[in-house]
Each structure stands twice: as C-alpha cells, then as structure tokens.
C-alpha cells in the first residue's frame, strides 16, 4: 500500500514537470498567435500586451507582399525535393540493408562524413558552380541542393527499415519466379511504406524549414516562405505582427502533419540512434 | 536450382543491387564530393566573387592570414562556447525530461508528440520568435523578469549576454531533440536487470546510475556527437537572433565563413575558414569518440 501510494506521488509530480514543460514550449507558439492578430501599435507596446484588439490586417499585408508566392514556392520545393529524395534514397537505402555491391562500403563511409560536415562547405562552391550553369534562382537547382543533407538522411532511414523485414518473404517470392526488381516492389517495399511515408514526412518538413540554402541559391522567382518571412525585419524597425502571421504560415502545416503522423515520427527521428 | 540458375541468380543480384545505389552514389558525388573538393581547392586561391575572373593559386596565404587575423581567436572560441554549452545543457536536461517520459501512464504519447513540435518547427521560425522573446521592451523575458523584480539586461546588445542567450534559445529545440533520442534508449533497457537490481537493494537512483547510464552509453554517445555537429552548423539562431554581434561576440565560424565569403566575396578566405571548421569538428568528434571508449 505504502509503496502504491508512493508511485501514484511519483505519477503526478511526472506529470507536473512534462506539463511545465509543455507550458514552457507553447510560450513562443502563443506569441506567434497573439502576435498575429494584433494591430502593429499594440504588438510593439511597452510594456508587452497580452490580449489587445483583434485584426486580420496582418495577414491582408501578406497579400499585398506577395508573401503568398513564397509559400507556393515552398510547396513546389518540398514537393520536389521529397520525390526526387526518395526516388534516389529509398532503392539505394534497400541495396544498403540487402547485401554487398561495389561501392558500398564508399557510400556508406561518405554517407557519414557528409554528415558531419556543415552545410556551408557544400553550398558556397555550388553557388559557384549553379552561377556558372544557370541553375541559381531555378527549382532544379534548389532540388539538387536541399539534397545535400537531406538523400544521405533517405538512403540512411530507408536502410533501417528494409533491415527490418525478414528476408525470407523475398526468398519466397525469388523461388517463386520473381526477378529481385519484382522481389523489391512486390514485397519489400510495401513493407516498408510505413516507414517510407515516415522517411517522406521528415524529409518533407525538412525542405519546408529549410532556409539557409534558399538564402544563398534562390532569387526572386524561387524565393521560399522562410526567406520571405525574413522580409519582414527591416533594417530599422521590424514588422512583428506581419512577421508573427508568415511565421504562422509556416508553423501550422508541420503541426498538422506532425500529430498526424505522430507514432512513426518518434522512432523515425530515431531510428538511427539506436541502430548505431 | 541447378548450380547455371544460381549464378545467373545472383548475378543478377549484383546487378540489381548496383542499379539501386548507383544513381544515389553519383547524385551525393555531385552534390556533397565535388563541392567539398572545391572548398579544399578554393581555400589555395584569392578567389574573389567580385575578381572572379582574375583568381591565382596562393599557396597556404589564405592559412597564413587567418592565423594572424585578430578576429579568429576570438571566433573560434565562440564556436566551442556555443558547441559545448548547447551540448552539455541540451543533454543533461534532454536527459532528464527522457527519464519523465519513460514511465507508462495514459496521455504520454501526446505528451510525447507535442514535445517533438519545436524539433520540427523551421528554424528561423524558431530564431523569429526569440528575437522577439529578447526584445529589452517589449520582449516577454524582460518583461517576466520585471515582474519579479530582477534585472532587465539588455541580451542582445550586450558582449557578455549575446551568446547565452543563442544557448537560452537553443534550448527550446535542443533539449526535446536530446530527450526523443535518448528516449529512445531508455526504452531499450532491461527490465529484469533493473527489477534484478531493485530486489537486491538497490535504491532508485543507484539503479539509474549502475544500470540504466551504463545501458544507454551507446545511445548517449551518438546524441552528443549529432549534438555536437548540429551545433557547429547552427545558423539562423544565430544571424537572426544576434547576427553574430554585438561586434563579433556571437559570430561563430559557419557564420563567419557566410559573411567573409558572401558578404565580403572573399570566397577562397571563407573556405580556408571552412577547413579550419572541417578540422576542429573531426577533432571534437573524434576525441569525444575516444574519450567514449576509454569510458566503457
């Protein structure tokens, strides 16, 4: 009895501290909301306002800045960049989990180191070599770009899972008569979707937070949300109430998405962890 | 299957698995290998975007200059202060928020869930918001702090402050993206070994302690070493929150190899730069590697 009680103690001080938690979390959400819908005067009142009078005058200033045409950027680009990912990684990351072929131990050596290092290594010379080609200001470009960091995460994740299923199924399906490309798409891979359309999700919301490649290689015609969101902090003053309605914007297609797809983010994030 | 089905089997094997790779190999060769190659290549050049027409080889000039720069102790000295205080804070507390998410009660995998939100919010979502959380007027930290009658300082403005606060905001994603992976590991360890421990006296903490740290040694390695690289490449909490000031108090080398290639154009300085960065992030994660191993 004494020690039931002593765990049910336990429970709620748990609970208390990952509420606390939560409540630390939600402050900026809450300032992105609150912010939004404030008018400009109240937004940068001294000292800071909680709730003030209501306005949609922000996100009608978003219009009038085009900031619109960067959001629909933003989705060409995530869009993009997720299938042409996947396309590349999802067989590459079966051939990882599925046996030995020249260059494997390269790519898996390259696949880590490229992880260690920082994105402005790779993205200054191809600003160079995107200059030279033509490819700066262009979707293609910015493709081939966001996949510095984003194909080896792919092939890495997608590895993971198709190590998962047990090899006898394609086994069965080889004696069957199957060739080992009918083996990969009949079996494997619908075994894997789980885990791919995880892989999809991460790489997806990746793209879409991506901002300091599109700082460097996107122009006028390309420019994504999270560079136009920046446009709103001038040299002198910043526009928090249009900034807080584009941060807006931004925040809640991921949140959607996030507590939608909730179970296989977790072990997604970190699936490579355990795995080593 | 006689032994001719066989070897055409696996020959085709081989030739399915290559077909698989390949592109991908190419692709990262495209994007990740030659680019690399060319910081190494561009570090030996006065490459300049401005005089791009007219670069020469300069030998190790560029190496000669950054060890005499004034400005690159102090940058240097910010990278490590950033790398190893957001590390360390974002462990720890990462640590102990994974050991309340542990248990099993009802609501947790929300809980859980709503913890992933700010890993998955875009970063200069997240560099916006504190810049605005640290504003000296209408900020809501000074704000909060002049409610219960402490100091006011101005975070931003102030040598001493600026990179506390990049670590304060770093926080905010960093130690939910510790605690989902060491989450991870947590779940992983033996139940029986820790009830064994129990019921043989042990208390709770020397259960933590003897049993449960030493389990998840593999997976708290891998969490300082993605912490430690993230870290090093970490950029719009710091261009947009402070924008590397006041002066140079916050700039770190990735943000300094952006300003001094991109800003400045002197794009083969920047990429020596970008190697000292190649260098001291191999060092780092190798000696905390070994150190690792020597541990265990």
Known sequence: ?276 | MNRGGLLLTRLADRHFLVLAAWPSLVAMLLVTAIPFAATLGLSLTDYDLVRSATWQFIGVENFVEMLHDPQTPRIVFNTLYLVVGTTAIDTLVGLGLAVLMEGGFRGLRLIRTLYLLPIMTAPIVVALCWRAMFNNDAGWINYGLSLVHLPQPIWLGNPLLAMPAVIISDMWTGVPFQAVLLLAGLLGVSVELKEAAQSDGASRWQVFWYVTLPSIRPVLVIALILKFIDSFRKFEGIQLLTTGGPGIASTTLNLHIYVTGLTYDRVGYAAAFGVLMIALIAATVGLLYAAMRRLA
């Open chain 1, 1 to 276: 009895m004494k020690r039931f009680r002593r765990r049910r103690g336990d429970l709620i001080v748990r609970l208390g501290l990952l509420v606390f938690g939560l409540c630390v979390i939600a402050i900026p959400y809450m300032w992105i909301v609150l912010t939004a819908i404030k008018r400009p005067v109240d937004a940068a009142a001294v000292p800071p306002l909680l709730l003030s009078p209501t306005t949609f005058n922000n996100f009608v200033k978003l219009v009038d800045d085009n900031y619109f045409k960067s959001l629909l950027n933003s989705v060409i680009i995530a869009g993009l960049t997720t299938a042409s990912t996947l396309v590349l990684g999802v067989p590459a990351g079966y051939a990882f989990a599925r046996g030995r072929f020249p260059g494997r131990a390269f790519l898996g050596g390259w696949l880590l180191f490229s992880r260690m290092v920082p994105p402005v290594i790779f993205i200054i010379p191809l600003f160079l070599f995107f200059h030279d080609l033509g490819l700066i200001d262009s979707f293609g470009g910015l493709m081939l770009a966001y996949m510095t960091g984003l194909l080896p995460f792919a092939i890495w994740m997608s590895a993971s899972y198709f190590a998962d299923i047990p090899l006898d199924i394609e086994d069965a399906a080889r004696v069957d008569g199957c060739t080992r490309y009918q083996a990969f798409v009949l079996t494997a891979l619908p075994l894997a979707l789980p885990g791919i359309v995880t892989v999809a999700n991460l790489i997806a919301i990746a793209a879409w937070g991506e901002y300091f490649v599109p700082l460097i290689l996107a122009g006028p015609n390309t420019t994504p949300a999270t560079v136009g969101v920046v446009n709103f902090v001038g040299y002198d003053a910043i526009n928090w109430g249009a900034m807080a309605a584009a941060a807006l914007t931004l925040v809640v297609p991921v949140f959607l998405l996030t507590v939608a797809a909730q179970r296989g983010l977790l072990r997604g994030l970190t699936a490579g962890a355990v795995k080593g």
